[in-house]
């Protein structure tokens, strides 16, 4: 298994410009979400899934889109990029809750910068 | 009061001390609890859950004090390979699709 695997690693884009940023599993896990950190901050939540077809507003959605047409893929969308989107992006994806049991999975990160 | 919160460090301690990091929530009623490694430029990885009764992974130990909304990260005979930032992480609205509520990271140095 690949596990969670992001692309493109790094990107520049221009203010204004747009871009979607890739992320797939193999691990059939129902739970697909997108974090921004930045320096010395936490992880915020952007947007999240819960399964094909369903996805959510998390913490920090305004700027971006996300759609989810499979189980596999969950792509980010920024739409007219802004100085203040330049972060690095975590995707990551959890199993079907058990028990309070949902530890997630996180990819290798996107880092963006816009100028 | 954030909802997850942990002291940012830096913790600087010398090869084979033991270090001991908490992490405060601010719901009761929050479940689910875990300590992510994070290594420089690199993502999170799951370093251990934690559960009720508390939990050790070799020279790990991770304690959940529900009366004190706190977990704690024990770490014993530090390796210069533990440097690293700590997060805590928690689901502190059960049911909501298991998102999680990070901290935003302890930093640990360990020296020679």
């Known amino acids: 298994n690949a596990g969670v695997t992001q692309t493109p690693k790094f990107r520049i884009l221009k203010i204004g410009q747009s871009m979607t940023l890739q992320c797939t599993q193999d691990m059939n896990h129902n739970y697909m979400y997108w974090y921004r950190q930045d320096p010395g901050m936490g992880l915020k939540l952007i947007y999240y899934?819960?399964?094909?077809?369903?996805?959510d507003k998390g913490e920090v959605p305004n700027g971006y889109n996300v759609s989810r047409s499979t189980t596999e893929d969950f792509p980010l969308r920024l739409e007219l990029a802004a100085p203040s989107q330049t972060s690095v992006y975590f995707c990551?994806?959890?199993?079907?809750?058990?028990?309070?049991?949902?530890?997630?999975?996180f990819g290798p990160g996107t880092r963006l910068t816009v100028l | 009061r954030k909802e997850v919160e942990q002291d940012p460090g830096p913790f600087n301690v010398p090869e084979g001390a033991t270090v001991a990091f908490n992490c405060t929530y601010s719901n009761s009623a929050s479940q689910s609890f875990f300590w992510y490694r994070q290594d420089c430029r690199k993502e999170p990885k799951l370093l251990m859950s934690?559960?009720?009764s508390g939990n050790e992974d070799g020279r790990f130990t991770a304690q959940l004090n529900r009366a004190s909304q706190y977990i704690s990260l024990l770490i014993r005979d530090s390796k210069l390979s533990d440097s690293a930032t700590y997060l805590c992480a928690v689901n502190i609205r059960p049911g909501t699709a298991s998102k999680l509520t990070f901290g935003t990271g302890t930093r640990l140095q360990v020296t020679l």
């Open positions: 934690v559960y009720s």
């Open positions: 990551a994806s959890s199993p079907p809750r058990r028990a309070g049991d949902n530890e997630q999975f």
């Open positions: 899934s819960v399964g094909a077809g369903i996805t």
